[in-house]
């Protein structure tokens, strides 16, 4: 039993079966039941309703919905467009009916959800659901962007582990390493093209937005790669494991593709956003539908995860190189006493 399986090897069995059993734990909690919770809805009403409107919404059991005030149709049709609000509330008192503004290309399943929501809120007034922004229809239920950024995800951090299996994980000085982030980055550059061109020009799933998708893709590619070689620096193959459970078991169900945010478990709704699952996914839906409007803080998180990376990395090698450079003067300064 020892010779067939050493204590090391007991070891990674163990921490296989943690991530394996975190995986399951994980994609279950985030979309074994998914709840609407606070979805933002710009709301339009005559002035003295308004903000009884917006109350009545706000006070609905679970708080499913979250209303702002708008000033006008167009204002609230802004709002959508530009991601400021998931859908708009257009009370007519004059009207038999609502209106509902929605652009279920930010994902489907919140407009199935708000639709649920109203039917029990107040069967006797219906709602007309108007879509302004549907996905295209070679991209299905708009998971396409989702299904660009598992792709760039999954070849950012492989290619790190590919580094560190043929050359080992902890790099030995920092030129090997600035040699090793080149490398990444330029399979970076190769795999947003790659990437551009399956979604763009092949399967015509997002069209007319190749170059904004070639970057963002390369920028995905990247932060995957960067960090995930700055785990196994810093921990050695471990860190492997670390870039699995942080992009694929963590950073796939909270990115928002599946279930909007809105959709999901407080901690999955949190911690999406602060991915770069999440924020690849709000950068190529919304640059491929939404004009690239609200986005600042995806590019922030992504561009923090490439830059962190690469500032481990070169950190932790240069504390290799001056520790390796100190093993080898101790012998040759304890020679020199002793002569004297």
Avoid at 6 to 18: E, K, M, Q, S, W
Wanted: positive net charge.
């Amino acid at each position: 039993m020892r010779e067939a399986i050493t204590p090391r090897a007991a070891l990674l069995l163990l921490g296989v079966l943690i991530l394996e059993l975190a995986f399951v734990v994980s994609y279950i909690g985030a979309f074994h039941s998914p709840k609407p919770s606070k979805i933002t809805l710009a709301v339009v009403a005559p002035a003295r309703t308004q903000a009884a409107v917006i109350d009545r919404l706000g006070s609905i059991p679970g708080q499913p919905l979250s209303g702002r005030p708008a000033d006008s149709v167009n204002q609230a049709r802004a709002m959508v467009l530009e991601r400021e609000v998931d859908a708009a509330l257009l009370i007519t008192p004059a009207s038999p009916a609502d209106r509902l503004l929605v652009a279920s290309a930010g994902g489907p399943s919140a407009v199935q959800a708000l639709q649920l929501i109203f039917q029990k809120a107040d069967a006797s007034r219906p709602v007309k659901i108007t879509d302004l922004r549907p996905p295209n229809s070679a991209d299905g239920r708009g998971l396409a962007s989702f299904y660009l950024v598992v792709g760039m995800i999954i070849g950012g951090y492989l290619a790190s582990a590919a580094l560190s299996a043929s050359f080992g994980a902890r790099t030995a000085n920092p030129h090997r390493m600035l040699i090793r982030l080149g490398a990444l980055a330029g399979l970076s550059i190769l795999s947003g093209l790659g990437g551009a061109i399956i979604i763009d020009l092949i399967f015509d799933a997002l069209p007319g937005h190749f170059g904004p998708i070639w970057g963002i893709a390369t920028l995905i590619t990247f932060a995957a790669a960067a960090s995930g070689m700055a785990f196994q620096v810093l921990l050695g193959p471990a860190g492997i494991a670390l870039s699995v459970l942080i992009f694929v078991v963590l950073g796939n169900p909270s990115a928002g593709g599946v279930y909007p945010s809105a959709l999901l478990p407080p901690f999955w709704r949190d911690l999406g956003p602060a991915l770069p699952n999440g924020a690849g996914v709000t950068l190529v839906r919304n640059y491929s539908y939404f004009g690239g409007h609200h986005t600042s803080t995806a590019w922030w998180v992504l561009s923090a995860w490439a830059a962190g990376g690469v500032l481990l990395s070169a950190l932790a090698s240069l504390r290799r190189s001056a520790k390796a450079a100190a093993r080898a003067a101790a012998p040759e300064g304890g020679s020199s006493t002793a002569g004297k």
